[in-house]
C-alpha cells in the first residue's frame, strides 16, 4: 500500500508520494493530483458508474524518474482540457514508454477548487526508502 | 543559514561560493535577512547564480519568496553570446503581468455601488477555475493571437490605439512564431483568452489613498481619491503548457549539471533555446491579448452600470506591466554596455525617465510600475529609478510576496470569515473558492509597505501613489 501526504512550500503545492513501486507512486500522484484539485480525498467521493471516463496513454521516456512527471503533466492538460478527474488507474512500465489507463470523474467539474499549472521538476528525485520508493514533488498552483 | 554580508541598508551581498559564477545581491531587511523561509528563497537565488553565462549578479527583491528552481522575485541576466535562457527562470504562467486601468470616478462616486459593480464585473470576466472564455478561438485568431498580442485584441475590437501603447514593448513581442507552439499548448489556450483564471489571480476595484509625487501623478493622469481598476492575470494554460513542453525537452538534453533540476537550461544561439524564446514570445503575445479582452470586459461591466460609454468614464490604461518574463535588453555589467536576457521571476522592470523603452507619455518621469499587495491593506504606483539600472537590470519588486504557505494561511484562517474581516474594514471580496479566500487572506502575505519602502531606499524605483481596496474579485 502506497501513500501520499502533504509538505509546506510557501508559494505552491509540495506532495510527498510512497509505494511499495515505481508502478504505485504514478497511482498514488492520481490519488493526489485528485486531492489537490479538489480538496477532498477520492474515497470521500461516491464514484458512479456513470460518471466515469477511461483514457489510455502512452508517454514515452528517456528518463525513467522523469517519465512521473511527465504523467502528471499529461493528467494536467486532460483537467484542463477536458475538466475531468483523475481518480484511479492502472499504469504499466514499459522499457522506454509507460502505458496508463486512468479513469477520470466527468461532469463533476464544481469538484475543482483548484487549478494546477504543472507538476515541476523542482528537488525531484525518486529515492529508495526500507522495500520501497519515495519522492517529492511541487505543484505549480 | 545562507552567507550574508550587510552592505547597505536594506542590501546584502551573498558571496561567491560552491559552484556560483556571480555574487548575489538582495535586497532585504534585517528581519527578513533572518528569516529561515527567506533563507530557504536566497540558497534558491545561489543555484540561479551558478547557470552558465550569468553575468553581473543575481538579484533578490524584499518580496522573494521560496518557488521552484528560481526563487520568486529573482532576477538573472545572461549573456546572449555564451549564457543559457532558462524557462524555469520565467515560470509556468508567461508574461504573468498587472494592468491598471484609470477612471474618473471618485471613491465617493462608487458609495453603495461597489456590491453590483462586483457582481457585473463577476459575471462578464470568467473568473476562477475551469471556466471558458466568451468565444473560442478560430485556427486562424490563434495565430494572429500568437503573433501580434495586444495588437490583434485592439485591431478586433477589443480597445483603443491607447491601451497598446500603454503596454510593456506595446503589448507584442516580434518573433513569436506559430510553428514553436505545440498543439497541446495551442488546444490548452483555445478557449480561455479573456478569463482571469484562479489562485493569485485578481481583479481589484480600488483608490488613491495618498500622493507622494506630484509631478509624476500628473504625467500618469493621477489624483488623490481616484478610482483605479489593476487586475493580475498571464497565459492560462497557453503559457503553462508551453513552459512544460520546453523544461522537457531542455531535460532531456542534460547539457549541464545544475543544483536543481528545474533549472533545466539550453545555451541561447542552440536551436531548442531559439524555439523555447519564440514560444515564450507567444506565450507573452496571449497573455498580452488576454489582459486587452479582460479589460474589454471591465469597460463593458462599467459601461452598462453607468450608462455611458468608458471614454466618458476616463477609462485608460494607465500601464501594463510584465512579471515572469525573459526578455534582450542593454545593461551595463562590470563597466561594459552588453546585451543580456534578463529573466524575471516575480519581479518588474523599472526602467526610469529617459529608457528608450517606456512610452513617449512617460519618458520624462519614468515607467510606472504597478506594485499588487493584498486584498485587506494596499497597494502601490512607483515610478522606475536610475538606480535601477545599476543596482538590479532595470528591476524592482512585484509585490507583497507570501509569507505563509497555503497549508498555514487555510489553517490561521480556520473559524474566521475572512470576507467579514474584510467588509468590517469596507472591502468586499467576491470568489468562487472560499478556500482560495482563506489561501490568499491578507497575513498570508508580506506587509507591501514594507516591501516598497526597501525598493525606495535602494532608488530602484519611488512611491507615486498609495491605493486602498475598496472591492476583490479573486479568482
Avoid at chain 1, 35 to 63: P, Q
Avoid at chain 1, 92 to 100: A, P, Q
Avoid at chain 2, 99 to 127: C, G, H, S, Y
Avoid at chain 2, 285 to 303: D, G, K, M, P, V
Amino acid at each position: 500500500m502506497g501513500s501520499y501526504s502533504f509538505f509546506d512550500h510557501t508559494a505552491d503545492i509540495g506532495v510527498e508520494l510512497r509505494a511499495e513501486n515505481r508502478a504505485g507512486l504514478f497511482y498514488e500522484s492520481i490519488r493526489a493530483l485528485f486531492f489537490i484539485l479538489t480538496g477532498k480525498d477520492v474515497n470521500e467521493i461516491h464514484l458512479e458508474r456513470k460518471s466515469l471516463a477511461k483514457r489510455k496513454a502512452k508517454i514515452k521516456y528517456d528518463n525513467l524518474d522523469d517519465a512521473l512527471i511527465d504523467f502528471l503533466n499529461h493528467l494536467v492538460f486532460v483537467v484542463d482540457t477536458e475538466h475531468i478527474l483523475p481518480c484511479d488507474g492502472f499504469i504499466k512500465i514499459k522499457r522506454h514508454s509507460i502505458r496508463s489507463r486512468v479513469t477520470f470523474l466527468k461532469d463533476n467539474r464544481h469538484l475543482i477548487q483548484r487549478e494546477v499549472k504543472a507538476a515541476t521538476f523542482h528537488n525531484f528525485k525518486i529515492e529508495k526508502y526500507k522495500n520501497g520508493l519515495k519522492t517529492r514533488i511541487t505543484f505549480d498552483i | 543559514m545562507v552567507k550574508l554580508k550587510k552592505i547597505g541598508k536594506s542590501l546584502y551581498e551573498l558571496p561567491r561560493e560552491n559552484g556560483m559564477k556571480v555574487k548575489g545581491i538582495a535586497f532585504i531587511d534585517e528581519q527578513m535577512a533572518v528569516n529561515s523561509e527567506t533563507n530557504e528563497a536566497l540558497r534558491q537565488l545561489k543555484n540561479v547564480a551558478c547557470l552558465p553565462g550569468v553575468k553581473g549578479f543575481v538579484v533578490a527583491m524584499p518580496d522573494i519568496h521560496y518557488g521552484y528552481g528560481f526563487p520568486i522575485g529573482g532576477v538573472a541576466a545572461t549573456d546572449v553570446t555564451d549564457g543559457v535562457i532558462s524557462p524555469g527562470g520565467v515560470g509556468y504562467d508567461i508574461n504573468c503581468g498587472v494592468r491598471a486601468i484609470k477612471t474618473n470616478l471618485l471613491k465617493k462616486d462608487l458609495a453603495n455601488r461597489m456590491q453590483e459593480i462586483l457582481i457585473e464585473i463577476f459575471k462578464t470576466v470568467p473568473a476562477g477555475v475551469g471556466l471558458k472564455g466568451s468565444f473560442v478561438l478560430s485556427k486562424k485568431d490563434e495565430r494572429k493571437v500568437i503573433e501580434n498580442g495586444a495588437v490583434w485584441a485592439v485591431s478586433s475590437g477589443f480597445g483603443d490605439e491607447l491601451d497598446i501603447s500603454h503596454c510593456e514593448n506595446n503589448g507584442r513581442l516580434e518573433g513569436a512564431d506559430y510553428a514553436d507552439v505545440s498543439d497541446r499548448a495551442k488546444e490548452r489556450g483555445k478557449e480561455q483568452l479573456g478569463t482571469l483564471g484562479a489562485g493569485n489571480h485578481f481583479i481589484e476595484i480600488c483608490y488613491v489613498s495618498d500622493v507622494f509625487q506630484k509631478d509624476a501623478c500628473k504625467a500618469y493622469g493621477l489624483k488623490k481619491g481616484q478610482v483605479l481598476i489593476l487586475f493580475h492575470t498571464g497565459s492560462r494554460g497557453f503559457g503553462y503548457q508551453i513552459c512544460d513542453d520546453y523544461l522537457k525537452k531542455m531535460r532531456n538534453k542534460r547539457l549541464f549539471e545544475l543544483p536543481d533540476p528545474q533549472l533545466s537550461s539550453v545555451y541561447i544561439g542552440d536551436h531548442l533555446g531559439a524555439g523555447y524564446i519564440s514560444a515564450m514570445k507567444a506565450a507573452a503575445n496571449y497573455a498580452w491579448a488576454n489582459r486587452q479582452i479582460i479589460t474589454h470586459l471591465i469597460r463593458e461591466s462599467f459601461q452598462s452600470l453607468f450608462h455611458t460609454s468608458y471614454r466618458n468614464l476616463g477609462m485608460n490604461v494607465l500601464y501594463d506591466v510584465s512579471h515572469n518574463i525573459a526578455r534582450f535588453e542593454q545593461h551595463l555589467v562590470d563597466s561594459k554596455e552588453l546585451m543580456v536576457c534578463v529573466h524575471r521571476k516575480g519581479a518588474t522592470r523599472a526602467f526610469p525617465e529617459g529608457s528608450p523603452d517606456i512610452p513617449q507619455d512617460y519618458k520624462n518621469v519614468g515607467q510606472p510600475v504597478l506594485i499588487p499587495g493584498d486584498m485587506g491593506r494596499s497597494s502601490y504606483i512607483l515610478k522606475g529609478e536610475p538606480d535601477s539600472m545599476l543596482k538590479s537590470f532595470g528591476t524592482t519588486c512585484h509585490g507583497a510576496g507570501r509569507v505563509l504557505s497555503r497549508k498555514k494561511a487555510v489553517k490561521m484562517a480556520q473559524g474566521r470569515s475572512i470576507e467579514t474581516e474584510l467588509s468590517k474594514k469596507g472591502i468586499l471580496v467576491l470568489s468562487k473558492s472560499t478556500r482560495t479566500l482563506k489561501e490568499e487572506m491578507p497575513d498570508a502575505y508580506k506587509n507591501v509597505t514594507q516591501i516598497v519602502d526597501i525598493v525606495e531606499e535602494n532608488g530602484l524605483a519611488s512611491k507615486v501613489v498609495k491605493l486602498k481596496p475598496l472591492g476583490v474579485i479573486k479568482g
